[in-house]
């Protein structure tokens, strides 16, 4: 009798403490889960974010306006990082998502070369996008140029413009040519830079957004883009959730009536704002690059 008492006993408390030890594996489990899936309150990840120019006009305000919404890691010459160097550039983007591709020579300057112009805008590029794909990155955003269009001092382009635009060297005559050698070493090099992007993003699967920004705070050729509208543009293609394996979009100010802006309002969302910059520092004009063409 005192056996079976014992056994049921026994039997009892190992019921009792198994329920209670399982309830206590129970929430243990889930609140572990909670943590590791982030259903608890952490604030979500923020996008890591290099920044290649990140000392730069454009790079260093797109800095200070984006830090707080993404983590961001610069990449610069003026601190001793050279595009030009692959294997420190593909160590440095580990763990990156995306890319914002900034650096170059970013206008046609007296002195450079056309090697110039190739070395830093196509290699640089090339290293940029091969260090990118090595590293599983998302996405890249160039920073591509109205130039593509052949903006630049005396090449003719067709207008209103669309992003499927020819590019100047596949309609100009040689004889038709009435700039200078600057100006058609960084027209085509934008050009060859995009073209490298299109092939690792439809061959490779590595997103790229090419921005043809426009002359940034001032105007050239009739062309510009404020420098709020710039960042916002580049903001909207760092976080665009849909695919895009080579987009490339024109971006200017909203009041550039020879620039369809279409394309980047569907697609990005562009909402460009009133440039409230002074158009003092005007270059040249459409009307000089109108009278070009006859
Ligand atoms: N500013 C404009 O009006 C304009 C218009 C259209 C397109 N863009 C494009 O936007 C980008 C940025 O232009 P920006 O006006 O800010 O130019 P910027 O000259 O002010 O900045 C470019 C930055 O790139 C860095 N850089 C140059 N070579 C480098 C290298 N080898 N390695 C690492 N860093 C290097 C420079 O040190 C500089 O800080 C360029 O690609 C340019 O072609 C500019």
Same mark, same amino acid.
């Given at each position: 009798m005192g056996l079976i %008492?014992?056994?049921?006993?026994?039997?009892? #408390?190992?019921? /009792?403490?198994?329920?209670?030890?399982?309830?206590?594996?129970?929430?243990?489990?889930?609140?572990?889960?909670?943590?590791?899936?982030?259903?608890?309150? =952490?604030?979500?990840?923020?996008? +890591?974010v290099m920044v290649t120019g990140h000392k730069g006009y454009i790079g260093s305000r797109f800095v200070s306006e984006m830090k707080a919404k993404y983590d961001i890691i610069g990449y610069d010459l003026v601190e001793g990082d050279d595009i030009l160097d692959y294997e420190k550039l593909k160590n440095r983007m580990k763990g990156v998502d995306v890319v914002v591709?900034?650096?170059? #020579?970013?206008?046609?300057?007296?002195? +450079?070369?056309? =090697? =110039?112009?190739?070395?830093? %805008?196509?290699?640089?590029?090339?290293n940029v996008i091969k260090a990118a794909e090595a590293n599983g990155v998302k996405r890249m955003v160039y920073a591509s140029s109205t130039t593509i269009y052949g903006v630049e001092g005396g090449i003719p382009f067709d207008y209103p413009i669309h992003e499927d635009q020819k590019f100047v060297s596949q309609y100009i005559k040689a004889d038709e040519l009435q700039m200078r050698d600057i100006d058609l070493s960084y027209h085509i090099s934008k050009v060859m830079a995009e073209q490298v992007l299109a092939w690792y993003g439809l061959n490779k699967k590595?997103?790229? &957004?090419?921005? /043809?920004?426009?002359?940034?705070?001032?105007? %050239?050729?009739?062309?510009?883009?404020? &420098?709020? %509208?710039?960042?916002?543009?580049?903001d909207l293609a760092i976080s665009n959730p849909h695919v895009f394996w080579y987009e490339a979009f024109s971006i200017v100010d909203g009041d550039v009536d020879f620039i369809d802006l279409s394309k980047a309002k569907n697609m990005l969302g562009y909402n460009p704002k009133p440039a409230n910059y002074t158009k003092d520092q005007t270059i040249s004009s459409f009307d000089k690059r109108l009278n070009l063409k006859n």
């Open positions: %008492n014992l056994f049921q006993g026994a039997r009892l #408390i190992c019921t /009792r403490y198994c329920k209670l030890f399982g309830l206590i594996i129970l929430f243990v489990s889930s609140h572990m889960y909670a943590m590791n899936s982030g259903l608890k309150s =952490d604030p979500p990840k923020k996008l +890591k591709h900034e650096a170059a #020579i970013p206008k046609p300057t007296p002195g +450079k070369s056309f =090697d =110039d112009y190739f070395k830093t %805008n196509v290699q640089g590029t090339l590595i997103q790229v &957004i090419a921005l /043809r920004y426009g002359p940034t705070d001032h105007v %050239n050729l009739g062309a510009h883009v404020s &420098i709020e %509208n710039v960042i916002q543009a580049t």
